[in-house]
């Protein structure tokens, strides 16, 4: 069975950074796009950014400039790095090979001061 894992996140501060992991129980590196989607409470889950496999990358308006997505292959590993961080990015972060229907369970990011 494949896996995908998240890791990384927590209770961060107004202002403050997060590094979210995301590791696969299989090589990724076949893997053409993956993406880390939010759901804050309440809503709905959305898009936060996605990786293809040639790095090329997308990023929903709310977090350009802020949040940067990086894949490491040879680790199998999918990070999301979050910097000033808002009381809006609050919410559960999956790690998700969409085009193949592949999720994680999540991690909680809490941005609260």
């Known amino acids: 069975q494949v896996q995908l894992v998240e890791s990384g996140g927590g209770l961060v501060q107004p202002g403050g950074s997060l590094r979210l992991t995301c590791a696969a129980s299989?090589?990724?590196?076949?893997?053409?796009?993956l993406a880390w989607y939010r759901q804050a409470p309440g809503k709905q889950r959305d898009l936060v950014a996605s990786?293809?496999?040639?790095?090329?990358?997308n990023y929903a308006d709310s977090v350009k400039g802020r949040f940067t997505i990086s894949r490491d292959n040879a680790k199998n590993l999918v990070f999301l790095q979050m910097n000033g961080l808002q009381a809006e990015d609050t919410g559960v972060y999956y790690c998700?090979?969409?085009?193949?229907?592949?999720w994680g369970k999540g991690t909680l990011v809490t941005v609260s001061s």
């Open positions: 998700s090979a969409p085009n193949m229907d592949l």
């Open positions: 990786i293809t496999s040639q790095f090329s990358t």
């Open positions: 299989v090589t990724i590196f076949n893997l053409r796009t």
